[in-house]
């Protein structure tokens, strides 16, 4: 193996890295990674012991086996003693990468993972729908009640305006980091609603203040042009004033239809930013640069799939208030498949059916 070979290791149930093999006999040398703690890299088919691997180096606390006593050949030299089959460190035959390691069950927030963004990265809508619905349809229930809790709680929150301006995305967020971890084969439990009071706080409120003021300013300006076209047609302010309330209806109007794509570009980059805050632990700037960079990779391919994404959800509306649970669940899923291209491993390991 190479000195550029990237490791993995396991620590507490969770999988970290990439770190080079240096990093690892540090890691060791530290106490941090012990013999028997799990390592995996590209080209082995499992997961093997630190001890067992081609880069394990004693560390100084680790005392030496006594040295067998060698036997004497026939022309009286020492002979080497025989070697112990465990004792050689075979690699296993390359195959596909291993599938990462899922923490252990009830296990919540994991270690923040290393940023790392695909800059060719490149999705197609039914792909994206496709794996969200799969991941959605093999953990149908819990994933419908998490987003039922974060609902209610935000419902609870909304009777209290200013609450809920911060608390929008510190709820999702858990939860959408919750569907990435379904679509990472890990088993995430509902603690993970809560995982946005954990990590980056102040960062997710201050996404949901500015998703909030945005889509104020949308429905300001369209409820500006929808009253000053009633009103100027329907002949109920006098003449003086009716060119005012007709510039005034077109000035709305227009404002508001151009606050539409941006509203889509805005949500998009909050999503994607929630997501790096508690999967990565960037700030707020960080995680919204790094967003905006995706956005402007596939500028169209993205406001596609957000109108195709929000006729669905809305689309829930005709199968009762429920039906919005199932469609909005499903696209916070398919949000989060977007996320993986973008800024996941190269090969996410899906959870099967």
Do not use: H
Request: hydrophobic letters at 50%; proline letters at 7%.
């Amino acid at each position: 193996m190479s000195e550029d070979t990237e490791w993995f290791y396991e620590k507490d149930g969770a999988q970290q890295g990439p770190v080079s093999a240096k990093d690892i006999q540090q890691l060791a040398a530290d106490g941090i990674v012990q013999p028997k703690t799990l390592l995996w890299c590209e080209g082995m088919e499992n997961w093997l012991s630190y001890q067992s691997s081609a880069i394990y180096v004693a560390t100084p606390a680790s005392a030496p086996p006594a040295v067998p006593e060698q036997s004497v050949g026939s022309d009286g030299a020492k002979a080497p003693p025989p070697i112990q089959e465990s004792s050689v460190y075979a690699p296993p035959v390359a195959s596909q990468p291993a599938a990462p390691l899922s923490p252990a069950p009830g296990s919540s927030l994991p270690a923040p993972r290393a940023f790392r963004y695909n800059e060719d990265y490149s999705f197609s809508i039914r792909e994206v729908l496709g794996t969200g619905w799969t991941a959605f349809a093999a953990n149908f229930w819990p994933t419908l009640g998490f987003l039922f809790i974060a609902a209610m709680i935000l419902g609870v929150a909304s009777n209290f305006l200013l609450p809920v301006f911060f608390l929008t995305y510190p709820l999702l967020g858990g939860f959408m980091f919750y569907t990435v971890r379904l679509l990472r084969g890990e088993r995430p439990t509902v603690e993970c609603v809560f995982d946005g009071f954990r990590r980056r706080f102040g960062a997710l409120a201050m996404l949901s203040l500015i998703i909030s003021l945005v889509s104020i300013a949308l429905m300001l300006f369209l409820s500006v042009g929808l009253l000053g076209a009633i009103f100027s047609f329907s002949g109920e302010i006098p003449a003086e004033y009716e060119m005012m309330g007709q510039i005034g209806s077109i000035v709305g109007g227009v404002i508001g239809l151009i606050l539409i794509p941006v509203i889509f570009i805005v949500s998009f980059n909050c999503f994607i930013a929630t997501l790096l805050c508690l999967d990565c632990d960037l700030g707020f700037r960080e995680a919204y640069s790094a967003a905006w960079r995706a956005f402007r990779r596939r500028p169209w391919k993205v406001l596609l799939f957000m109108l195709v994404a929000g006729l669905i959800s809305y689309g829930g509306v005709l199968a009762l208030y429920f039906g919005v649970f199932v469609t909005g669940t499903w696209m916070y899923v398919c949000y989060g498949a977007i996320y993986e291209k973008a800024f996941g491993d190269e090969k996410p390991a899906l959870p099967s059916a």
